[in-house]
């Protein structure tokens, strides 16, 4: 998972770039990287590669000067966690000029679809595409043409930005896996600068209003003529990520039409309202609070106490650093470092909270390590945002490990034991938000649930590469 953004014509455009890039963090922790061009004379581009630097100080990134500029913020799910040779920008050098990439997403067939360029870098995705495009623009195509033949030929999920040539390409895969906007800003003389980013928070945070999101399929062009689509390629098959809503999206931000605050607010509510007779015996409610796993809990938490009728307190501190989720080591120390929980509002409690996902175990059994040992509650349950995780993610989250995941584990005919599930992690009861509680919110914005994809969940995948690799993983399981 990735967080990508890219400015245009904007003299101050790497300094925006990191700007935008800091509020996109929680979308990838592994590296940082930079292109930047100047959108008139001869171009020239200027590669910085970077690890997690300060989000308060990146000064080596921001002093590149040029008015066009790409960047991303890395978590490898795919490749290595090599900061220098799996960062991005990507790029290659065509007869045209050099072609720069910034993309998130992931596919299942990666190999497949490296395996035609000779001496590659790195080992994802993102070079492999900036080659593809530049043998397309060395047959004779522009790149309008380039990236549709991409699109039609890829197998898996993309939201790409392209430089090149003094423009900036902007294009979905048509699924839309994942989501990005482009925005407009304006200079003091009232001249017109662009940005796109992964989501629309980021333009926000640098004053630029976005627009709206690139469609499935589609190509937006930021160059002189201002923000111009390029049209809709292929058959579109709308595939949007739901675990973007359920806990990636940062919580100020909106995809596929949806915000992601009031989608994780509504489904607490209504698994609030499921809980409620539960925890109801003789007509008295047995819980006394609701605390939330900050921050991105916080307003699914809000709901499941508007629910089931009981107050939301604040049980757990959080100092703010880094997701756990999204960090490649040390998940149980940085657990330890971020959260506090309460003593005095926790003590003796019949205490339930709200969690986005239990992907691994490995935070959530840590983080009820410390609750019961310093809040010392008299019970402890957890309702969950989404349903149990069954299946691998093979399409921008880092869930590909079946041994790592902590639900199939407890899971016998397609049935999770939460009984002994919750008893393995140290809790009282854990309750999951069901397929259909999501749906149903999905329903209450206007939205298809069958233009989402819910494979982690469901293990039905939207592509053919995915059901192939699905079924070539239950093979090896099934064998050992």
Known sequence: MCGIIGVYMHPNASELALAGLAELGHRGQGSRGIGVAKATGDTYIRMEREGQLPLAHPFTLMKLEGDIAVA?????????????VDSQPAYADSFQGRIVVVENGDTPTLEKFRAPFRHLHAHTEAEAIARFLAREIDGGAIMTVAIQKFQQTYDGA????????HRLYLACDRHKFRPLWYGRGTHENGRAWYAAASENDALLSIECEPIREVEAGEIVILGAEGAVSAGITGEIVRAHCLFELVYFLGVASDAFGIPAEEFRYRLGVRVGERLRPVFTREDKLQLDVVCSV????????????????????????RKHR???????????????????????????????FGEDSIVRGTTIRKLVGMIRADGRPAELHLAVSCAPILGNCFYGIDMKEPSKLIAP????AGVVDTEAL????????????????????????????????????????PTEGGRHLAEKIARRIASR
């Not at 106490?305 to 107050?311: E, H, K, L, N, R």
């Not at 584990?409 to 016998?412: H, V």
């Open 158 to 165: 993309f939201s790409l930005i392209v430089l090149f040539q």
């Open 294 to 317: 900050p921050d991105s809990s916080n307003p699914f938490s809000e709901g499941l106490a508007t629910g089931i009728g009981v107050p939301l307190s604040f049980g757990l501190m």
């Open 322 to 352: 880094r997701r756990t989720f999204t960090l490649p080591g040390g998940r149980h120390r940085a657990v330890a470092s971020k959260f506090r929980p309460s003593h005095f509002r926790l003590i003796g409690k019949r205490a339930l």
């Open 422 to 461: 919750a008893k393995s992690v140290g809790l009282d009861s854990v309750t999951y938000a069901t397929i259909e509680d999501m749906a149903a919110v999905l329903e209450s914005f206007g939205a298809n649930p069958d233009d989402f994809c819910t494979a982690c969940w469901t293990e039905k995948y």
């Open 72 to 84: 991303q913020e890395r978590y490898p799910t795919s490749g290595s966690s090599d900061q220098d």
């Open 409 to 412: 584990g407890f899971t016998d």
